[in-house]
Structures are given as structure tokens and as C-alpha cells.
């Protein structure tokens, strides 16, 4: 069965220093991976995701993801976090790939950004 | 184009009763899934509908039903509620048309039972 693990339940990092969000998974099949992002009392939103190519990949506001099949490993990286990064990211896998994805998501990570 | 919404935003059962939570697909959209959030964790997958009909169920008992109706909205009953239904029930939408294959989630409802 598929799984998701993220080891850091919560990740503190003072404004523009660099973080890595830990995230591997466990799956006999080729995955589609994900990383969403939660903010206090919101819905999820879709930071980035890998499905196909190149492995690293990359989000408009300056996280990137490298996909490591042979550590099967998909973590999330930033150089410089801001205060308004500060949230809940979740490592997420597709159980069957294609557009009807069933997904399957870690436990989270909090990253708090502190001045 | 509209976004995933959720309705009602928040609620409070009390133990025993039942609830509805009504999603409202992203235009284009013909997938629906619902997952719980209980505090502190991640989404857990509850079940999807694809065409009106049950595409896939995750670990959770019958109480939990759903239907999709042609417009691609979908409800979510959970019956006999318990104090453990207490989470964030997210709605996502997704489309098998074309490559996308991202699912959309609405603002999701807080389910509270007392």
C-alpha cells in the first residue's frame, strides 16, 4: 500500500534563511507527487507537483521539489523564506495517477517563520 | 472560471444525529472526492464520484454516503454522527479531461459533534 511520510512535524526557521520539508514515500508503482499548502483555517492549495520530466521542480513563489526515485524522496526546498511562507505544507501521493487521483497525504509539516 | 465552494463553512451536530455538506464543483469539472481532516493530521480520503456514480472508497464506515448529482455537485451525509466525525471535511474537484490531473479543494467545512 501507498504511504506518505513527513518526519518534521514542525520545521521553525528564522525570515531568509533557507528550509528543507522532508517527504518520502512508499509505493510498488510510479507515483504522481504533490505538495499543498495549508493556511489557518483554509482549504489546501497545490504548491507544486511532479508527474512526468524533468525532476526538479518548481512553484511561482520560490519553493522547488527534486523527485528522487531511488530514495523515493520528494522533498521541498526554499533559499530565502519570508513571514507569509508560514504555514502547513502536506506531502501527497496519486494512488492511481491520471485525473481521477485518489490522493494520500502526510502527516504535515508547520513551517513557522519567525523575524 | 468559479472555484471549489463548500457549504456550510461550519456546523455543530450534536452526538447521534445526522449531517449534509453540500461541494459545488470548479466549472469543467466532472470528479468530485471528500476527505476528512481531523485536527493535526493530514486529509484522510473518504470517496470520489466520477459520472454521478461511487469511484473508489477509502477506510470509512457505510454512514458516510454520497451522492453526485449532473451538474457534478456533490453531498456528503455522514449518519449516527460521533465525536470522532468531529474534523475539516475538504471537497476537491478534479477533471479527466485533457492532462491536468490537479484537484482542486474548496475552503472545506468544519464538522463539530457534541
Known amino acids: 500500500a501507498q504511504s506518505v511520510t513527513q518526519l518534521d512535524s514542525q520545521v521553525p526557521v528564522f525570515e531568509e534563511a533557507p528550509v528543507e520539508l522532508r517527504c518520502n514515500y512508499s509505493?510498488?508503482?510510479?507515483?504522481?507527487l504533490f505538495w499543498y499548502v495549508q493556511y489557518p483555517n483554509q482549504g489546501l492549495q497545490l504548491l507544486l507537483k511532479?508527474?512526468?520530466?524533468?525532476?526538479l521542480v518548481e512553484s511561482i513563489n520560490g519553493f522547488e521539489a527534486e523527485f528522487n526515485k531511488s530514495q523515493t524522496s520528494f522533498h521541498l526546498r526554499k533559499p530565502s523564506v519570508h513571514i507569509s511562507d508560514t504555514a502547513e505544507y502536506f506531502c501527497?501521493?496519486?494512488?492511481?495517477?491520471?485525473?481521477?487521483?485518489?490522493?494520500?497525504f502526510g502527516t504535515g509539516t508547520l513551517l513557522a517563520v519567525q523575524p | 472560471e468559479t472555484g471549489v465552494t463548500q457549504s456550510p463553512t461550519h456546523l455543530i451536530k450534536t452526538r447521534g444525529q445526522q449531517v449534509t455538506l453540500r461541494c459545488s464543483s470548479q466549472?469543467?469539472?466532472?470528479?468530485v472526492s471528500w476527505y476528512q481532516q481531523a485536527l493535526g493530521q493530514g486529509p484522510q480520503f473518504i470517496f470520489q464520484?466520477?459520472?454521478?456514480?461511487?469511484?473508489g472508497r477509502g477506510n470509512f464506515p457505510p454512514r458516510f454516503s454520497g451522492l453526485q448529482f449532473p451538474n457534478y455537485s456533490s453531498e456528503l451525509n455522514v449518519n449516527a454522527l460521533e465525536l470522532d466525525d468531529s474534523a475539516l471535511y475538504l471537497c476537491?474537484?478534479?477533471?479527466?479531461?485533457?492532462?491536468?490531473?490537479?484537484?482542486?479543494f474548496g475552503q472545506g467545512t468544519r464538522l463539530t459533534v457534541v
Open positions: 511532479y508527474l512526468s520530466g524533468s525532476t
Open positions: 501527497a501521493v496519486s494512488v492511481n495517477g491520471g485525473a481521477t487521483n485518489k490522493l494520500i
Open positions: 476537491a474537484s478534479s477533471s479527466t479531461q485533457g492532462e491536468s490531473t490537479e484537484a482542486f
Open positions: 509505493s510498488s508503482v510510479s507515483v504522481y
Open positions: 466549472s469543467g469539472h466532472n470528479t
Open positions: 464520484y466520477y459520472r454521478e456514480e461511487e469511484n
